[in-house]
């Protein structure tokens, strides 16, 4: 064996793929979850590697466990999801951050934050590079996710500053792909989902708000590089595809590539729903050595081929 991994958030969407990936890579790898949103069945496969052990458990509560690095992703990211119990989403990022970064210092392990793009809020710059401090409403409806991931950056370099502890923080901007869960809410699978039984697709507001959509694989490339790199790195990195699109050419594309009988819809936006968000990448290029290789209608195609064998 390699190292011994922990991945908090292990059993969702993208720590599925995450685990998967490390274990590749002969490491031992211990996923841990409270199956929030996250679910058996997407790292049920996984078992048959002797190298992998799951733990049922939440990270707002402290774990001892001997690592040479932990990511951690747990936290509900979908605003459907997040928003259900907000209290409980700010605890999972705030003191789940303090238990996981104290583990780290415990047991002198690297560790990872899954921040977010929304970290820059509905953002009045426009690509977001590293540097730029955002535009969030502290009081808002997305604020529980939004502050929470910006409180566990926080966290992560005053661990770093005051105790030494070794981390890495990567911003991920719209990811996709399979081991989404079909209820996540968020509007790639939404879309999926919808075109595939025929229903309406749901648009909230005129559809001309952006995201910058990347493919799975090419997410945990980045973070595996980010992991990787040098002590003196900590980041912030940004880890996304610039390519923009307005949702409504999602839209578009998805009923095209599905094939789909489907009628777009427009339902009421929801508050602060940011405008448009697209990632500045000169950061990873130059310290990763890592851009985004897979193109949106491709990793589409890809998407729409696991809902396809899901329903
Ligand atoms: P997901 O909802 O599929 O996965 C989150 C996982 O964390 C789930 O398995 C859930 O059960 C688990 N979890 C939630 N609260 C927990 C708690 N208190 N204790 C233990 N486990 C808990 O979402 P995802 O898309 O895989 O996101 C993973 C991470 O990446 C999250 O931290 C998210 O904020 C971050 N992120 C994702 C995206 C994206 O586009 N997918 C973008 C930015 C940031
Ligand atoms: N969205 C939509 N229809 C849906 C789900 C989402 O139009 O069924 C919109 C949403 O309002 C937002 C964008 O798609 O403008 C991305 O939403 P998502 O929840 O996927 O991610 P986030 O807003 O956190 O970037």
Sequence with gaps: MNKRILVTGGAGFIGSHLCARLLSENNEVICLDNYFTGSKSNIIDLLRNPGFEIVRHDIINPYNIEVDEIYNLACPASPIHYQYNPIKT????????????GLAKRVDAKILQASTSEVYGDPNVHPQKENYWGHVNPIGIRSCYDEGKRCAETLFMDYHRQNKV??????????YGPNMNPDDGRVVSNFIVQALKGEDITIYGDGS???????????IEGMIR???????????????????????ELA????????SKSKI????????????????????KEVLNWSP???????????????KNKM
């Design 166 to 175: 070794k981390i890495k923080i990567i911003r991920i901007f719209n990811t």
């Design 265 to 284: 819809v427009h339902c009421s936006l929801p508050s602060d729903d940011p405008k448009q968000r697209q990632p500045d990448i000169s950061l990873a």
């Design 209 to 219: 708000q952006t995201r910058s959509f990347q493919y799975i694989d090419d997410l």
């Design 293 to 307: 290789k897979i193109k949106l209608d491709e990793g589409l195609v890809k998407t729409i081929k696991y809902f």
């Design 90 to 101: 700010i605890k999972t990022s705030v003191m789940g951050a303090i238990n996981m970064l």
């Design 226 to 248: 980010t992991m990787n790199t040098s002590a003196s790195f900590t980041g912030p990195v940004n880890l996304g595809n610039p390519d923009e699109f307005s949702i409504l």
């Design 252 to 259: 578009e594309k998805i009923i095209s590539l599905t094939k």
